[in-house]
């Protein structure tokens, strides 16, 4: 058996008639820590967008003055928050929240 190295590349011949090709990249070896990295990254991202969105949906179930607050700054979260409810079969939570709004402006 014959071994033949080339940059990054090691070729194996067999005498018997076959040809193997075995190609190692050094770059695979230096690029797997990156790609960990990287799966790490976007791990952490998405454990931090989920226990975020749970923190705002709890905020705003429990809390009527904070979808007040949400309905000014972000009306686009609270119109979601209030249709994952009622797809929840809750009904109802909308239209208490623009009566206590409106009697509140009175």
């Known amino acids: 058996m014959n071994y033949f190295y080339g940059s ?49 949906f709890n905020k705003m179930n429990t809390s009527q003055d904070f979808r007040q607050t949400m309905s000014k700054k972000f009306p686009f979260i609270l119109e979601v928050y209030y249709k994952s409810i009622e797809q929840s079969g809750m009904y109802g939570v909308r239209e208490q929240d623009q009566e206590k709004w409106l009697n509140s402006k009175n």
Do not use: N, Q
């Open 8 to 56: 990054g590349i090691k070729f194996v011949y067999v005498h018997s008639g076959l040809h193997v090709v075995i190609v190692k990249l050094r770059m695979a070896r230096t690029m797997e820590p990156l790609a960990k990295k990287i799966f790490k990254g976007v791990l952490v991202v998405e454990l931090v967008g989920v226990f975020g969105a749970y923190f705002l």
